[in-house]
Structures are given as C-alpha cells and as structure tokens.
C-alpha cells in the first residue's frame, strides 16, 4: 500500500508531480485546494468563507480543511493508497492525519524564489479534474485547452504575484515548522522523509521522486 504526501511550497510542482505519480504507481490522488474550490461551488454555506481566504492567499481553519479530507479519505477508492497533495500544511493537520492513517512517504519538493513565481503566473488548471498544465514549461497540446476532455482551460484568481507573496508568507509561518515535525516524525515513526530539488524539468523532478521512493 502506498501513501504519500507531498509538500513544498507554492509553485514547487506538488500538483503536477502529484499527478505523474499517481498515474506512475495507478493510485488515486486528493488535491486539498480542488477539495475546497469543490466546495465554493456546490456548499453554499461555506461559499464566502472559502473564498475570501483562497482569494486573499490564505489558509482556512485547521478544523475545517481536517473535517473535510478526513471525510474524503474515508471513501473506498482510498483504501488501497493515495497522494495527498496540500494537506498537511500544518503541524495540527499532521497531528490529526497520524491519529486516523498511516502515511508512510513524505516528499518535499524544494524550489527558489524566482522558479515560484514563474511557475504560478503560467499555470493553467483544469477546474473539473484538477490536472495543471503551464503555459510554457507543460504546456497542453492546444492551446488553454484540457488534453483529455478537450474543456478550456483557466487561471486561478490567486495565481497572481501579490497573493503568491502573501501564499509564501502563510507557507513559511505554517508549513516550514510541520517540515521540521516530519524529520523528527521520521526517527520515530519509521516514515521515509524524501527531499528533491525542483528547480529541474518536470521529467528530471519525476525520475527523481521515483528514485528515492525505490518501491518495488
């Protein structure tokens, strides 16, 4: 059974990588901000909410992303293995995942500054599925449109530089400290804690990842 969760900070390539892998090892994947932007649509209640904190860079409550993946989780199509890709993105997140499952793989993506903001003002998101593509580094095969459902393409609203600044200052306040919790995690727990440089090519990034997994 394989569970993974991918970490790094916006831009780093957890959605694409994300992905590969799922389609590498045939396990399904749970994007954490499609779950949410899910949400706005179809959960009226929860509508603003959501959308103020996704369109202003930052986090929702712990209690309310946790409640939501640990629903998600419980689905049959999981029983055998997932990604998880953004969640956890804190260390009370982490805390709680541990208490309900075992993930045994975590990989960090690590990524400069410049290659971040690139990356995100390029990307183009297939809203239905969750698949990312790049205007210039994984572009799609026409031009904004998906390459499997033939559907246009988009841009997120908080794919701009601002409220990337603002999505790194929430990753370095959250995400960095749950980094530090998972090294430790790995010395007690037994769990693989994977770093991989992604400043290279989307292809170097996935032989990489797959490298250090080493599962048979």
């Known amino acids: 059974m394989i569970r993974i969760i991918m970490l790094g900070a916006p831009g780093s390539g957890k959605g694409t990588q994300t992905q590969l892998l799922s389609k590498y090892f045939c396990i399904p994947f749970i994007s954490a901000g499609e779950i949410l932007r899910q949400e706005i649509k179809k959960n009226e209640k929860n509508k ?88 210039t580094l994984n572009p799609p095969q026409k031009k904004n449109i998906d390459d499997i459902t033939g559907e246009l393409l988009t841009k997120r609203k908080d794919d701009n530089k601002e409220i990337i600044i603002t999505r790194l200052k929430e990753y370095e306040i959250y995400t960095k400290p749950l980094i530090k919790w998972f090294k430790e995690e790995k010395s007690k727990n037994k769990i693989k804690y994977l770093e991989v440089n992604s400043n290279t090519s989307i292809n170097n990034i996935h032989k990489e990842i797959i490298k250090k997994l080493n599962i048979q």
């Not at 930052?58 to 199509?77: D, E, G, P, T």
């Not at 709680?96 to 045994?104: H, R």
């Not at 793989?105 to 990356?119: A, D, F, G, S």
Request: aromatic share 8%; charged share 30%; hydrophobic share 35%.
């Open 48 to 135: 603003n909410y959501i959308k103020s904190k996704i369109n202003k860079g930052k986090l929702v409550k712990n209690s309310f992303i946790i409640k939501i993946i640990k629903k998600r989780i419980q689905k049959k199509i999981y029983l055998n293995g997932f990604i998880l890709d953004g969640f956890p993105r804190t260390i009370k997140q982490a805390e709680s995942l541990k208490n309900q499952i075992k993930v045994k793989y975590i990989i960090h993506l690590k990524v400069n500054l410049e290659n971040i903001i690139n990356r995100i003002e390029g990307r183009l998101i297939h809203e239905p599925s969750g698949r990312t593509y790049h205007e």
